[in-house]
């Protein structure tokens, strides 16, 4: 089974401030990483597939990048609204499917 | 307007079964692999099986394979999960999520609102 290792758990930023997340996979996922944003009594919501597209809808400040074991999200200037929990889910390893334990970014 | 409802949760004693749900409309049920998610109380989120498009190949994690089990009808356009041998450690929140497929990879873009299932005497 492919661990994913999600740092730190806990991220107090301020609004307006940039948020940087770390998600680390046990072995090369290749670029088989999706992101998820879920808000207290949500459910989940995509947000980044592929490590670096994201999906529908989602705001530009969102943005995905690496490969292989090293994966980053990065919020550019947070809102309001993206306070909330941040996992990361590898789909390399079909159809053994792992999340991330999960980053909370919370108001500083 | 791309929707999955899921239905079925409640409470349960350690041993019981239950049937899960999940009702699909606006986009082809029949094309896509579905999936369920659950999440404990408080907890992170946790892969539970998928089944592919025609309901031929089913996947499972190791903590229910052999107690749970995952079909779908195509004909009504909704997935189901078996529980059976329930456990208190399969108490969580029960989502169903559909599989986007692009090139050599995959993500759940769509998810339903989650059905909630606790098991205890």
């Known amino acids: 089974e492919i661990v994913m290792t999600q740092s730190p758990a806990t991220l107090s930023v301020s609004p307006g401030e940039r948020a940087t997340l770390s998600c680390r996979a046990s072995?090369?996922?290749?670029?088989?990483l999706a992101w998820y944003q879920q808000k207290p009594g949500q459910a989940p919501r995509l947000l980044i597939y592929?490590?670096?597209t994201r999906a529908t809808g989602i705001p530009a400040r969102f943005s995905g990048s690496g490969s292989g074991t090293e994966f980053t999200l990065t919020i550019s200037s947070l809102q309001s609204e993206d306070f909330a929990v941040y996992y990361c889910?590898?789909?390399?390893?079909?159809?053994?499917?792992?999340f991330g334990g999960g980053t909370k970014v919370e108001i500083k | 307007e791309v929707l999955l409802v899921e239905s079925g949760g409640g409470l349960v004693q350690p041993g019981g079964s239950l049937r899960l749900s999940c009702a699909a409309s606006g986009f082809t049920f029949s094309s896509y692999s579905m999936s369920w998610v659950r999440q404990a109380p408080g907890k992170g989120l946790e892969w539970v099986s998928v089944i592919n498009n025609s309901g031929v190949n089913t996947y499972y994690a190791d903590s229910v394979k052999g107690r749970f089990t995952i079909s779908r009808d195509n004909s009504k356009n909704t997935l189901y999960l078996q529980m059976n041998s329930l456990r208190a450690e399969d108490t969580a929140v029960y989502y169903c999520a559909k599989v986007y497929s692009y090139g050599s990879g995959r993500a759940f873009d769509i998810w339903g609102q989650g059905t909630m299932v606790t098991v205890s005497s």
């Open positions: 072995q090369s996922v290749s670029s088989n």
């Open positions: 889910q590898q789909f390399d390893n079909w159809p053994s499917l792992t």
């Open positions: 592929g490590a670096s």
